[in-house]
């Protein structure tokens, strides 16, 4: 299967500051890459769809201005939260994607804000 | 939203075949069933999908009814490693918006 390198795999971090996750796809060119967040006990919430070199289109009640998605190319993605506070606590993941296949999830990263 | 229905949790011995149902009612012709299981705090795992005919690979089978409107992911022979969170996903696909939306999920524990 496709390698996907989500890193870090988990951060702790001071309320107010901000957490940059980066999301590669190692083995092919990903024009779409999907950001999820999964909170404890519940599914996978899709937060925001990019595709690269455009902006990226987040779902209802997840704030673009907080959670910055950049796709400046095929195989990295970044999702940074800014301000981060405790209830942005939560396991973030990213999905590459390109066309009709399997999709290939990165390890995800437990963000935990203190 | 998610537009397949699964059951909340299922039970299955070891050894014995675990067979996880969805109901896809809403499908729409060009629409793919996926499957994917996650393991406790690990990021989820693919496991088949197919859009008409049945399916299998080494980790599973797939059987999708002859309308379409629901399926069924058996595992041959379950072991407690398969013990996991399994979903069944129908990929909307609107112009480049191929998006995954997850429902709730099955629980399946795998009893020694």
């Known amino acids: 299967g496709a390698v996907v390198s989500q890193h870090p795999s988990w951060v702790i971090c001071k309320s107010g500051t901000s957490v940059k996750i980066e999301c590669r796809s190692l083995?092919?060119?990903?024009?779409?890459m999907f950001w999820y967040r999964q909170f404890p006990k519940q599914s996978l919430m899709l937060m925001a769809t990019s595709n690269e070199g455009s902006k990226a289109t987040y779902e209802q009640g997840v704030e673009k201005d907080k959670f910055l998605i950049n796709h400046a190319s095929l195989t990295l993605s970044t999702l940074t939260v800014t301000s981060a506070h405790p209830e942005d606590s939560s396991f973030y993941i990213c999905?590459?994607?390109?066309?009709?296949?399997?999709?290939?999830f990165g390890q995800g990263t437990r963000l935990t804000v203190v | 939203d998610a537009k397949t229905t699964q059951p909340t949790s299922m039970d299955c011995a070891e050894g014995r075949a675990a067979n996880l149902p969805c109901n896809h009612s809403?499908?729409?012709?060009?629409?793919?069933v996926y499957w994917y299981r996650q393991i406790h705090s690990q990021g989820p795992q693919y496991i088949i999908h197919?859009?008409?005919n049945n399916e299998t690979n080494e980790m599973a089978s797939l059987i999708i009814t002859e309308d379409r409107k629901s399926s069924t992911l058996i595992l041959p022979h379950a072991t407690l490693r398969d013990t996991a969170v399994y979903y069944c996903i129908v990929r909307e696909v609107t112009n480049r918006d191929d998006k995954i939306i997850f429902g709730k999920g099955t629980r399946l524990h795998i009893l020694p």
């Open positions: 809403t499908i729409s012709g060009n629409e793919y």
């Open positions: 083995d092919f060119q990903a024009t779409t």
């Open positions: 197919g859009l008409k």
């Open positions: 999905i590459p994607w390109k066309g009709r296949r399997e999709a290939f």
